[in-house]
């Protein structure tokens, strides 16, 4: 639906969800409540590779096409959006190296997650989320090494990760162009991470904050120049941006199906509500939105494959997913009536899980920014 | 070790089989699985191999398109895989394909140049559910069997079985080559990874034909099997159960004993 996939690519989605319905989707239920993080489920998602889609192949991953990381993606996401956040987090956190690292770096961070390794990207901080560039965080150099003083906060995979990408100010004085990323090892002395974020949805990934303390690295473990920080980062969140559309997507998709499967058995007034057409229609107008987000994304895809300019496009596909997962896992709600706003049902959930993608990698607002911005241009 | 295991590619089980109009199963729109109780086979096949070394072969008997659940064995597992495809072979009963096997059995170790110690089968498929093929094959072999296995070891150079029986457990000694049919063990299939699973896609299956078998036609196919289907019905419906969920489990037991115990079932 939606993608159009080569035979192996159906193969691989057929292995998704098949993992998906048998080890994820019901599994998931306890832990939404209990905020735990599924180590058990994790373990084995790991060693199936799904953490790992985006190794490139040269750096011994798998070498799968973006289309195909994006179906696998979404049927994650249906499945719970939790697993789809912590799957996909380790993948953000390794863009900046592909993008700015060196080839030693790109092989270590390769290396370490497919070992099974996770990595978090860590970019917000307390007075710096839509506005990174007010970044508190500072890195000394000191001979060959930085030193490293502050704190990220509301960081994915933070508690479990094996590598950060950490950005810091270098040169307080040029605003963005003083901002360097470093790639930093778990095992680093004076980095710990505290305070886990008891959230909404999403409540199968873990959040939390990480400080830095004196925290010495080797100028070795710096990506790229120094200053090149804030636009490692933003190129990372224009790549990245999209497959958090694709998220948003696997949400919409599992409240219609799951709209469509309670219509078909719910009877009021002695038919089941889904012959009354007000239903059908709630139906058409969140497959209307479902399938367009998806288009959007595929549309954004499209131009990375082909290098074409994609930011505009990237932006639009989170904003208009992300929205959208937000009113179709209202309307589910409203076509399971009472039992929508009951736990005992999935669909409450939905909405849960479908607000982080308003919020996070760039709240909405800030893809308007950077939506109009294209539009609009310096004047 | 070397280690064969049979592979029958089956209706998706967990799909309801209904006769159509011909009164035949209409499983033409249901998906086609690897029998589950020969997933089970290669899992039990592939920690074995983890533990003592070897290799596993899968071999299936059927069309082209069995190719499909033999590449997922690939994956899961198996090392290299075989389909044996023949037209005259359409229908055979249970001896018939067992003859076929062990025909494949001994092809397979003139290709490989090698002498298979273990042969694994599901305890029965999930579609004609006789159970029938792995003894059969074992006495076409002339080797040991053991049937309904759920864990097994390495003695020596015989193999400690252990057997789920209507009552408990055997364990049972046998000599290899033996024949082995799997039951269902206490943990599951493993999933391929996604790696597994793009080079299993990437290799070869070759397809044996009854000419490379030197199979005798006389023996095999409709025609020439034991057993002919007469007709075939739908299982009658269950009927609709009793749901008992009291607060406790204590309250839960008692509540069932005093149903079966009024509708005089002790
Ligand atoms: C569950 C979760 C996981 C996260 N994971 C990560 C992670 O792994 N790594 C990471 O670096 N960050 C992560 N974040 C942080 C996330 O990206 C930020 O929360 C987000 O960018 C918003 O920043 P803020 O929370 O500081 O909100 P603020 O920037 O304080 O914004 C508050 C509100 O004001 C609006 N606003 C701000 N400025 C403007 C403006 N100029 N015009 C219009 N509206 C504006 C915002 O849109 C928002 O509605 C995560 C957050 C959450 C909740």
């Known amino acids: 639906m939606g993608y159009i996939l080569s035979d192996e690519t159906k193969d691989l989605l057929a292995d998704v969800k098949k993992f998906c319905d048998n080890e994820v989707k019901e599994q998931c239920k306890a832990y939404d409540v209990s905020g735990e993080w599924p180590k058990e489920i994790y373990d084995k998602a790991v060693e199936m590779g799904l953490s790992t889609l985006e190794v490139p192949k040269e750096y011994g991953g798998i070498g799968l096409d973006r289309i195909s990381c994006a179906a696998l993606y979404e049927e ?65 150099r000191d001979g060959d090494e930085y030193v490293i003083n502050g704190r990220k906060c509301f960081i994915t995979n933070a508690p479990v990760a094996d590598f950060f990408i950490v950005t810091a100010m270098t040169d307080k004085t040029k605003g963005v162009k003083g901002m360097t990323a470093f790639l930093v090892s778990k095992d680093t002395k004076g980095l710990s991470t505290t305070n886990h974020e008891n959230k909404m949805g999403i409540r199968t ?20 120049e120094e200053g090149t920080g804030f636009i490692t980062a933003m190129k990372t969140l224009d790549l990245s941006r999209t497959f958090v559309g694709v998220g948003a997507v696997g949400i919409m998709q599992r409240a219609i199906d799951e709209a469509v499967a309670y219509s078909k058995t719910r009877i009021t007034f002695g038919k089941p509500i889904g012959k009354f057409e007000a239903i059908q229609f709630m139906i058409a107008d969140m497959e209307i939105k479902c399938e367009t987000a998806r288009q959007m994304c595929v549309h954004a895809i499209d131009l990375m494959d ?14 208009y997913a992300g929205d959208n997962a937000v009113q179709v896992a209202l309307d589910a709600i409203q076509i399971l009536g009472g039992y929508g706003y009951s736990r005992e049902y999935p669909v409450e959930k939905l909405l849960r899980d479908a607000k982080i993608f308003q919020i996070y990698e760039g709240t909405n607002q800030v893809q308007r920014m950077v939506i109009s911005k294209n539009v609009i241009g310096k004047f | 070790m070397e280690i064969l295991v049979c592979v029958k590619q089956v209706p998706d089980d967990s799909v309801k089989v209904v006769l159509n109009g011909s009164g035949q199963p209409a499983i033409d729109k249901i998906a086609p699985v690897a029998n589950a109780f020969d997933t089970y086979a290669l899992e039990m096949a592939a920690r074995f ?92 072999l002339g080797v040991g069997v053991v049937t309904c296995v759920t ?84 299982p009658t419906k269950k009927q609709a159960g009793i749901k008992i969920n009291e607060k406790t489990f204590e309250e839960t037991f008692a509540k069932a004993m005093a149903v079966m115990t009024e509708a005089k079932i002790f």
Request: proline fraction near 4%; hydrophobic fraction near 40%.
């Open chain 1, 306 to 319: 082909n290098g074409l300019p994609f930011s505009k496009e990237s932006a639009i596909a989170k904003c």
């Open chain 1, 76 to 140: 994650m996401a249906k499945a719970d959006a939790g697993f789809f956040t912590t799957m996909t987090s380790s993948n953000l956190a390794l863009k900046p190296v592909l993008i700015a690292g060196t080839e030693e770096q790109k092989k270590w961070a390769c290396d370490v997650l497919l070992k099974g390794g996770y990595a978090s990207f860590c970019l917000t901080e307390p007075m710096a989320g839509s506005d990174a560039a007010n970044s508190k965080t500072t890195a000394v």
């Open chain 2, 49 to 140: 191999k983890e533990a003592n070394g070897g290799t596993i072969t899968a071999v299936s008997i059927g069309p082209d398109e069995f190719k499909t659940s033999l590449k997922n064995c690939l994956a899961v597992g198996a090392d290299k895989a075989y389909v044996v495809t023949d037209a005259s072979y359409d229908g055979s009963d249970s001896l018939a394909t067992a003859y076929v096997l062990s025909k494949a059995v001994a092809k397979i170790e003139e290709l490989e140049g090698v002498k298979f110690d273990i042969i694994f089968c599901g305890k029965e498929t999930t579609d004609s559910t006789t159970a029938l093929v792995g003894p059969e094959l074992a006495e076409k």
């Open chain 1, 205 to 224: 990934s873990t959040t939390s904050d990480v400080v830095f303390e004196d925290m010495r690295v080797p100028v070795s473990s710096r990506l790229g």
């Open chain 2, 151 to 234: 864990e097994l070891a390495l003695n020596g150079d015989k193999i400690d079985a252990k057997q789920e029986t209507e009552e408990g457990y055997n364990t049972i000694e046998v000599a290899m080559p033996a024949v082995l049919t799997i039951n269902k063990p206490h943990y599951d299939p493993r999933y391929p990874t996604m790696k597994s699973k793009m080079a299993a896609r990437r290799k070869q299956i070759p397809t044996l034909t009854s000419a490379d078998l030197g199979t005798d036609a006389s023996l095999v196919g409709a025609a020439n099997s034991a057993v002919k289907t007469i007709s075939l019905s739908e």
